[in-house]
């Protein structure tokens, strides 16, 4: 039996640049998809899958996700004294539990490589989960839930998967698949935001990762690739081989809320789903589409 994945890294130091300026002040991760911040369904994600430890990478300008996840002391003191017991719950059920989440930050944006790595004291020697916030995925378990159940079978290192159109390759990472079994497809190689030409296949990395440890001494070596940044994708290109690595195609909707497009569609997407609002937004979107 191989370890539990016990630890999820977000790495959420990213500058957000594409959503200037609305990410001047509020990190990308918090900014809402209809009222939910995007850092809390990646939380709750992580919750379903059984995780019990939240790192929070973070950088400069980003103290306001610290707090989001605090005690709001004098708000929840109000809504109490008001008898809001709705709005109380979600405000208590949404906290991870005391000495379950840990804040560090990373103190120059020098890439998603060295954001993970930067978690490495705290994730410590067993394997973990990464989560990009910025990648909502809509599905039933959930994408960690159902990568945790192939990790369960694969063991080793598991990434979450998506085809996509094949003018899309040069915004993700690309992997080269060799033997599938259903949904669970072994990684022979992997290269970070190809040319279309240039892509081994169109099933792109959809920020969902279960990584061994044995990553930390691949990202110390620092070494800048795509953009010149330390890239993730590249430490994890040379754990293949050396032990298993899947992806799992995974069942269900990808938001790319990194980008603008992705985010309004996310919002409408997810509105839709509202009772308290799908009837008058499909009026409206009737109206001007
Ligand atoms: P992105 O490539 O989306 O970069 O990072 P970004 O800075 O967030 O956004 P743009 O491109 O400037 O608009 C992918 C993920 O990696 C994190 C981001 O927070 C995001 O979750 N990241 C990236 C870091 O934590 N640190 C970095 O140095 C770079």
């Not at 394997?127 to 990648?135: G, K, N, Q, S, Y």
Request: aromatic share 8%.
């Amino acid at each position: 039996m191989s370890k539990p994945i016990r630890k999820v890294v977000f790495p959420v130091a990213g500058l957000g640049t594409r959503f200037l300026p609305a990410t001047k002040s509020v990190p990308k991760e918090l900014l809402p998809v209809v009222d939910r911040p995007l850092i809390q369904y990646a939380v709750d994600e992580a919750k379903e899958a059984g995780i019990e430890h939240f790192i929070f990478v973070t950088g400069r300008g980003k103290t306001a996700i610290a707090d989001y996840f605090d005690h709001a002391y004098e708000l929840e003191q109000t809504l109490a004294s008001k008898g809001n017991t709705d709005a109380l719950k979600m405000l208590t059920d949404m906290r991870p539990p005391a000495g379950a989440a840990s804040f560090l930050r990373q103190q120059e944006p020098a890439g998603l490589g060295h954001a993970v790595w930067c978690a490495r004291d705290l994730v410590g020697n067993e394997p973990f989960a990464v989560i990009l916030a910025d990648e909502l995925l809509k599905s039933s378990p959930g994408c960690l839930a159902q990568m945790v159940e192939a990790y369960n079978e694969t063991q080793g290192n598991v990434v979450g998967l998506l085809d996509v159109p094949p003018e899309h390759t040069d915004r993700y990472g690309v992997i080269k698949p060799g033997t599938r079994n259903g949904k669970i497809i072994e990684i022979e190689d992997m290269v970070e935001k190809p040319k279309p030409e240039d892509a081994p296949s169109t099933l792109v990395m959809v920020g969902r990762y279960i990584l061994q440890p044995t990553i930390f001494d691949h990202l110390s070596r620092q070494d800048r690739g795509a953009g010149g940044e330390i890239q993730l994708t590249d430490a994890m290109a040379r754990l293949i081989g050396k032990e298993p690595f899947h992806g799992l195609e995974f069942d269900g909707v990808r938001f790319d809320c990194g980008n603008k497009v992705g985010f309004m569609a996310a919002n409408v997407a997810y509105a839709l789903e509202r009772d308290d609002m799908a009837d008058e937004l499909r009026d409206f979107l009737r109206t001007v589409v």
